[in-house]
């Protein structure tokens, strides 16, 4: 029980363009679902943590107009990277929480999208 | 400084042979994880402990709050056990959720 996928797993973008990223808990309701950024030979920095039906709170640095954030419903939350430029080709990794388990740590992971802007 | 500190940074094991990863963290955290990164990308949640010690199949974690310390043994390694191990924790606040991440070691293990 308890997976999360992400779709794409993989995508190629011309620079300036758009690109949207989808998580999804496909047997639990995931009340909270955290979105990671992971450059190649680092460790996953969190970006922000989004709960449904509010607006997502972003860590410091992360610019919220350039990586928009929907969590729509208990099963999907959306990230957009927005005019994405070479800079942003990264992993992106999201992971999902169930209710009160958020707060005790517990989450469950996506297998990740690889970004790569050209 | 980090808040989560690693060792070691690399680790090559001959199959069979005993690892332990250790984890050192310097704040309070109510939950402390370890994960599991394929060369693919894709992260695997291996434990998520709070207190004492969980085991399942060869993986053992270990965990001393007071020391603010944990460790990962694998048993028996097999090479399909190389990846990277990363430790990560959750730290005690009420005011949102600050996670932090070990950069990881990365194992290998030589059949």
């Known amino acids: 029980g308890a997976v999360v996928s992400q779709h794409p797993s993989w995508v190629i973008c011309k620079s300036g363009t758009s690109v949207k990223i989808e998580c999804r808990s496909l047997?639990?309701?995931?009340?909270?679902m955290f979105w990671y950024r992971q450059f190649p030979k680092q460790s996953l920095m969190l970006m922000a943590t989004?709960?449904?039906?509010?607006?997502?709170?972003?860590e410091q640095g992360v610019e919220k107009d350039k990586f928009l954030i929907n969590h729509a419903s208990l099963t999907l939350s959306t990230l957009t990277v927005t005019s994405a430029h070479p800079e942003d080709s990264s992993f992106y990794i999201c992971?999902?929480?169930?209710?009160?388990?958020?707060?005790?740590?517990?989450?469950?992971f996506g297998p990740g999208t690889r970004l790569t802007v050209t | 400084k980090n808040e989560v500190e690693q060792s070691p940074q690399n680790l090559t094991a001959q199959e069979g042979e005993f690892i332990t990863i250790n984890c050192s963290y310097s704040?309070?955290?109510?939950?402390l994880h370890w994960l599991q990164q394929h060369p693919g990308g894709g992260i695997v949640s291996l434990f998520m402990?709070?207190?004492g010690k969980k085991k399942h199949g060869r993986l053992i974690a270990t965990i001393n709050i007071q020391e603010k310390h944990s460790s990962l043994h694998i048993t028996a390694s097999h090479p399909r056990d190389s990846a990277v191990y990363i430790c990560?924790?959750?730290?005690?606040?009420?005011?949102?959720?600050?996670?932090?991440f070990g950069t990881g070691t990365s194992l290998t293990v030589i059949p």
């Open positions: 992971s999902a929480s169930i209710g009160l388990a958020a707060f005790r740590g517990e989450q469950y």
């Open positions: 047997d639990f309701q995931a009340t909270t």
């Open positions: 989004s709960n449904e039906g509010s607006k997502a709170t972003y």
């Open positions: 704040v309070g955290i109510s939950a």
């Open positions: 402990l709070s207190s």
């Open positions: 990560a924790v959750r730290s005690k606040s009420n005011t949102g959720n600050q996670f932090y």
